[in-house]
């Protein structure tokens, strides 16, 4: 059964939620999914990028007042 | 992952270049690349196990960084090691003059190397100095 994983990463800067992300990534099983929020304009564009070259999905990314929600679902 | 290979030389004890050189170790160490980062001189004692309480900045970035929440360089670069498999090594010259021992280095620093060795290494890679 997949699970959803909330990586909560606000208030931290480049490339701190990206690591954070990572981190998790390697202990979650295959078609897990993971949200990470942060706050960190430049981590909104990052981790996306990371993501596809990484071969894993975007599921959802969003802003809401300020703090970006990325969900991601592990694909290997 | 595209994979390309990466050699960071650190040289400097300020927070500012500390800093950008653990995010490049980091971020393209988890990215696929083979990183291999060679500390040196006034880096080397950053990575004492009991490092100076002190970074010095070089201006007003390094005040911020201090200030902030970034991630701490330290930080960066034992998930460079442990998330993304960079070999760090502390350079066998600045250990010598510094007296210290692998012992007294932080644990993911790897063995210590040489110039040449590093030299060989970097020949076919992306150098980055900081």
């Known amino acids: 059964m997949a699970e959803k994983i909330v990586?909560?990463?606000r208030g931290s800067f480049c490339p701190?939620?990206?690591m954070e992300l990572i981190a998790k990534l390697k202990s979650a099983q295959v078609g897990d999914e993971l949200e990470v929020l942060s706050s960190d304009k430049g981590s909104a564009t990052d981790i996306p990028e990371w993501i596809a070259k990484a071969g894993h999905q975007i599921v959802e990314s969003r802003e809401e007042r300020g703090i970006w929600h990325i969900t991601v679902r592990k694909m290997k | 992952?595209?994979?390309?290979?990466?050699?960071?030389?650190?040289?400097?004890?300020?927070?500012?270049?500390?800093?950008?050189a653990g995010m490049m170790a980091s971020v393209g160490a988890v990215s696929g690349n083979d990183v291999t980062v060679f500390l040196s001189m006034n880096a080397l004692n950053q990575f004492l196990k009991d490092p100076p309480?002190?970074?010095p900045s070089e201006g007003d970035m390094g005040t911020l960084l201090a200030e902030k929440n970034v991630p701490p360089f330290r930080q960066l670069f034992q998930q460079a090691a442990e998330l993304g498999e960079a070999k760090i090594h502390p350079c066998s010259m600045a250990m010598d003059v510094m007296a210290v021992e692998p012992a007294d280095l932080v644990?993911?620093?790897?063995?210590p190397l040489g110039l040449t060795k590093f030299l060989i290494d970097a020949a076919d890679a992306q150098v980055w100095s900081f």
């Open chain 1, 7 to 9: 990586i909560d990463a």
């Open chain 1, 16 to 18: 701190g939620p990206l």
């Open chain 2, 1 to 20: 992952m595209a994979s390309n290979k990466i050699c960071i030389v650190v040289v400097s004890g300020t927070r500012e270049r500390l800093q950008m």
């Open chain 2, 53 to 55: 309480k002190q970074v």
């Open chain 2, 107 to 111: 644990s993911y620093l790897g063995q």
